[in-house]
């Protein structure tokens, strides 16, 4: 043989410590991710890295926006850093962690929190940013221990999309939002879903946290409080009992189905989503993505609002989501530039002017007026449907403190445990209580 | 070994007076330093990009590190709480059943298909990169994406099946019951690895055993049992390390079929795909690296175990 024992040693000796330290090794801190990041100044200029994740058409306008902004201050420089929302976060953490944040940061409910409180994000009134023409309720989403770390970029709302074409096919109305309850949208969906053909009559409606959110605020509790989960196990499992309801109604597809079509943003794309394909007549939805919705499927779908206990929409306690932020880094070495861009994007007409409303519909009020006659039609609808919620709105919801960031992700886990039974509601709505609380501990 | 160890007697033995001896000792001193010169890239390497990460994560793991704050030392708290984290078990359940049923499967079709390509094939060459190929691209992103679509509720192999008059709507990657099947699948898949080894090992077995076994009337059966295996068991060892070793390590695969979840219901939640959610999803780098370091102990335990029982059944021709 050519291998002897001594040698065969040595060889799977040296792999085997090869492969298990570069295991490890990619757990360790502070490793430099790279040239970019870090703000320096050149010759009495300002260079900024300026972050975001987004979509074809927002890297184009963000692009423009800051060539725009470059020219409205000649002193100021930004290097954009675009990125995709899932791969965003860990990038966003190594370079925290690396000292080398990029000075603007596009931010997002989810994880505000978990960099706000722990001093990562700059305090954004102190340096002089400017919200005193935004609309009630979009500010205070910012807001960490008081400081402002992030200011709105866009109003969103959690809706639910309907494919008219299907309702057709059905021989059914679009039914009435202003009126609807959780257990009419059931009846709703199970009797479009078996008259059209589809494997979905409503669809994501479960797997994410803002309907759930809705769902609460009906029953007087809250996703989260100020250091803690908002709601009981009996919350949960009720909700979960819900979902079990409208899953042996049909309103919401066989578990498999369910599971393969994943938790909205958690799972396909946008443009492979089950209304874009056909394959559902409802499907839950943050309100800016209508326009991304209809460009994908090619139908013009129709914005409704989520349902509520009462059958009132003006008691459903809904609310200005932000569908994103700005904030900037703690440690930029210019503050004020990085504010400055925070403020012309908020307040000027330039730059709303090119973002329109794809990162959601301006905060700023007369922005507001100023470009809905310059929005697309689906935009436009957009625009109308966040004026005419206004009357339904309850308090602004509390981003989620350190570590709740993931209850989308837990609840849809134990979701699926229901599903395919492998726990009961009860069991289930206590663990992922108990799971939730024991991330926020740390 | 001998050469150099006579040389230095020679030294020893021709170093008499003490002036001599310095001057050997300086030269010495000069052969050392040319040495760790030579060495210099290697070590490099070594401290940098292996030795000091390794070091940091093992004391990050007695810490609490969000990633955005400074690392606050903790002691055992990190290990103390994995012994209470249900998902952690979990973690563990199903990178062992990967590990023990995906390894031993991949390595009997590896050795399957080096037989047969042993066998002295026109184009061995040929077949060789095709099955090796797998190999190269099993642990890709694309590979994994297109997994994740033939094994859906209309993917390729429901609409193969359906061509066989077979009604199947199952989704082989959305149900806790087959999802883990369905990357064990891919894992055996790739068996290109173990199999180019394989025949290079076949490749030095004597063929004038087989023909002496021929003579003596034995079955092809009997051949394989008492020519090829023993003879290759050094090799089957050395791939059943390695193969061990990569498995516990497997990512991309979990990662990717699964979105990053580990899902549905955690049934594809592999030990480094929950070590990378703890770190980078949940900000507890801390926890994540005290799990790395439990992961080498599992490896190391594993690798121990393998080596104490490779006594009885490994044959060394030497």
Known sequence: MALNRRQFLIGAGGLAAAATTTGLGACAPGAPSGSQGGGGEQGGKTNLALAWWGNPTRNKNTEAEIQAFQQANPNITLAGQPGDFAGYWDKLATQTAGGQAPDIIQMDMAYIAEYGNRGALLDLEKTGADTSKFVEGTVDSGRINGQ???????????????NPKIFEKAKMDVPDDKTWTWDQLSDVAAEVASKAGVPFGVVYLFGGDPMFGAYLRQNGKEL??????????????AWFDLMMKFQKAGSIGTPQQISEEGSPGGGKPIDQSAIVLGKAALQYQNSNQLEALNAASGESLKLLRAPSLAGKATERKAWYKASMLWSASAKT????????WINWFANTKEAVDIDKAERGIPPNAELQEYIRPKLSPAQQEVAKFIVDIKPELASTPIAPPPGGGKLAEIMFRYETDVLFGKASTAEAAQKFVDEVKSNLQV | MSAISELSTVHRVKAKTPEEKRLRAREAARDNKAGYLFLLPWLIGLVLIVAGPLIASLYLSFTNYSLIQAPQWIGLENYARMLDDPRLLQ?????FIYVIVGVPLQLVVALAIAMLLNEGMKGLAFYRSIFYLPSMLGASVAIALIWRQMFESDGLVNQVLRLFGIPATTSWIADPKYALSTIILLHIWTFGSPMVIFLAGLRQIPG???????????S???????ITLPLLSPIIFFNLVLQIINAFQAFTQAFV?????????????????????????????????????????IIAAFTAINFFFSKYWVFYGD
């Open chain 1, 224 to 237: 989260f409080t100020e250091k803690d989960v908002g709601f009981e196990p009996a919350d949960a499992q």
């Open chain 2, 257 to 297: 079929v699964s979105n990053g979840t580990g899902g549905p219901s955690d049934s594809t939640l592999f030990y480094t795909l929950y070590l990378y959610q703890r770190g980078f999803g949940q900000f507890q780098m801390g926890y994540a690296a005290a799990m790395a370091w439990l992961l080498v102990v």
């Open chain 2, 208 to 218: 004038m055993y087989y023909e002496a076994a021929s003579v003596d009337g034995a």
């Open chain 2, 91 to 95: 973690s563990l359940k199903v990178t």
């Open chain 1, 333 to 340: 070495k210019n503050p004020e530039a990085a504010v400055a």
């Open chain 2, 220 to 226: 092809h059966w009997a051949q394989f049992r008492r």
């Open chain 1, 148 to 162: 402002l770390v992030g200011v709105n970029a866009g109003i969103n709302s959690a809706v639910i999309v309907a």
